[in-house]
């Protein structure tokens, strides 16, 4: 009887916040429910026999990898097409993003040094800009499958693909790199006389040159990875063969590029981190 | 008489355009060296693009664009597979978040003296996940698991586990260690000094790179559909291979409307929480 009565002194036993945790998964589940049947999530699938089966021959097809020399040779030089269509989409999406960023930086306005700047400077800015969100935000993937139609299969697809959502990437994050940074120097030549372009090379690309420079390594990188990807579509490279020997269950070639392609990435990517580091 | 001491320090001339030890010349030679082979080695067909007959045909294949289909049993399909598109992409992150979690624990040195044995491997693992994009996961997993928005999410999910493990276990690491050490000076077990201390400082941040992986992940799951694996992406491809050319601009204008809405509002997001 006396033990009804004495006071708990150990803690609870029950967890104290117990009916907001039940809440909170509750809540979870029914948003999560009608997007397990959107996505049609059936993890049981690889479970059935048939399925199984496929599955367990290719997986086991991966092992011995392709290797004989002819076949190295192709991904080897399937490897460069890959970085070679990444360089020259750069290069194309540079040449593309350089003037439209002179057009629709702010700091270099002459106008704008007094005051507001003037309206038809401030429309073709923005104009520029839009034109420049269009360009980023249609996918790589996309303008690919439309170049593709129009210039057959091939690199040229790739490369045109590349050049033109990189370089609406390029131009955006310029024109916000040479925005942000002090403007007094730039503003100083404008206001003695100095041309908007020898303002932008006297003073505004001195500043920010090592940002910009380590922003485009950082952005080859990034193309060398889509460019596989484009691949898949028919922009030719590393990609499309990957395609073709997914297509055939070729699961030793399927690997062997795989690796290939891993090891790429790792290349670009410590290059990339290695210049960066070197422009601090 | 002596002459005044010069005003300006001596005259020099400029540097040398070419210097073998001049580390920014080397990185252009290089760099210049790299463009003319990519453009030399790759026989671009800019003739044929830039002939009358690819403009002709640029245009042709541009005006079958228009008129876009509007009719509203196409658009409720476009919907649903916007719909579509959000949920893989959703599910596919909370996923990755759950998976990234989970490895990040091995990939992390938990407190000073951990072993972490398996730091090395895990994160060997963690690289080559991330390594592999999207779209080569999902023409993978559709051996496995069909054509469908099925095999989208779990490229989605395999691909960002890799990215968000990575990026977990350096928060994880980098957490301030005090909490963690007070505990275990006390005898508590690895499992609650995690839950207890390490996680709800890392929470924060850990919520804040999957949501900024999500956002990613929209775009990527609009456009991975062309390798059949579900949403907007596999819509574009079926009506772009039966050149229903209507639709095709219906779709395409659906997906980049998409993808500026997820700029606008991470950019809004961002600049109110910021502030």
């Known amino acids: 009887m006396s033990a009804t009565l004495a006071p708990r002194l150990s803690p609870p036993e029950r967890d104290p916040a117990w009916l907001g945790r039940v809440f909170w998964m509750g809540a979870a589940a029914v948003v999560l429910w009608p997007m397990l049947v959107a996505t049609e999530f059936r993890p049981w699938v690889f479970f059935e026999r048939d399925n199984a089966r496929v599955t367990g021959q290719f ?8 290797h004989d020399a002819e076949f190295l040779l192709m991904v080897a030089r399937e490897a460069w097409r890959t970085v070679a269509i990444a360089t020259a989409g750069m290069t194309l999406a540079f040449v593309v993003a350089v003037p439209l960023t002179l057009m ?21 800015r923005q104009a520029v800009r839009l034109l420049l969100i269009v360009l980023r935000s249609v996918p790589e993937l996309v303008w690919a499958l439309v170049f593709v139609r129009v210039v057959g299969l091939g690199p040229t697809a790739g490369v045109l693909a590349i050049a033109l959502t990189y370089g609406g990437m390029l131009g955006k994050v310029y024109g916000e790199i040479l925005e942000s940074g002090e ?27 090592a940002e910009l420079t380590s922003y485009t390594v950082y952005r080859w990188e990034c193309a060398i990875r889509s460019s596989v990807v484009l691949g898949f579509v028919g922009a030719g490279g590393l990609g499309q063969q990957l395609d073709n020997s997914m297509k055939m269950f070729n699961g030793g070639e399927v690997f062997t590029m795989l690796a290939v392609f891993v090891l790429l990435v790792a290349l670009a990517d410590r290059v990339s981190a290695g210049l960066r580091k070197a422009l601090g | 008489m002596s002459l005044p001491p010069a005003a300006n320090p001596p005259y020099r001339l400029p540097p040398r355009l070419f210097d073998a030890r001049c580390r920014a010349c080397w990185f252009t030679a290089g760099l210049l060296a790299l463009i003319v082979a990519s453009f030399w080695s790759l026989d671009l067909q800019w003739a044929q693009f830039f002939s009358l007959d690819a403009a002709r045909s640029m245009g042709r294949f541009l005006g079958e664009f228009f008129p876009p289909d509007t009719s509203p049993e196409f658009l409720v399909k476009v919907l649903r597979g916007t719909w579509e598109t959000l949920a893989m992409s959703a599910l596919g992150t909370v996923l990755a978040a759950a998976a990234g979690l989970v ?43 069909g054509l469908g ?16 493990g ?93 993808v500026l809405l997820v700029d606008v509002c991470s950019f809004t997001a961002r600049r109110v929480l910021t502030r």
């Open chain 1, 59 to 66: 997986l086991a097809s991966f092992w011995p990898p392709a």
């Open chain 1, 104 to 124: 629709s930086t702010r700091v270099l306005s002459v106008s704008a040094l007094s005051g507001r700047m003037a309206a038809g400077p401030a429309v073709l």
């Open chain 1, 183 to 209: 403007a007094h120097a730039t503003q100083t030549l404008l206001r003695n006389g100095g041309s908007r372009l020898q303002a932008f090379f006297y003073g505004l690309l001195p500043q920010n040159a």
């Open chain 2, 103 to 145: 490895l990040a624990l091995p990939a992390s040195r938990l407190h000073e003296g951990d072993a972490a044995r398996g730091r090395g491997t895990t994160r060997l693992l963690l690289n080559a996940l991330r390594s592999v994009p999207e779209l080569v996961w999902a023409a993978l997993l559709l051996i496995a698991a």
């Open chain 2, 149 to 164: 928005p099925f095999a989208g999410t779990l490229a989605l999910a395999i691909h960002t586990a890799g990215v968000l």
């Open chain 2, 166 to 258: 990575r990026l977990f276990a350096e928060a994880i690491e980098n957490a301030p260690p005090g909490p963690g050490d007070a505990l275990r000076a006390q005898g508590v077990g690895p499992v609650r000094v995690f839950l207890y201390a390490t996680l709800p400082q890392v929470l924060p941040q850990l919520m804040s790179y999957t949501l900024y992986r999500w956002e990613n992940n929209i775009r990527a799951a609009a456009v991975l559909g062309v390798v059949g694996a579900g949403g907007l992406g596999q819509l574009l491809s079926f009506h772009m291979g039966l050149f229903h050319m209507g639709k095709t601009a219906t779709i395409l204008g659906a997906m980049i409307v998409l």
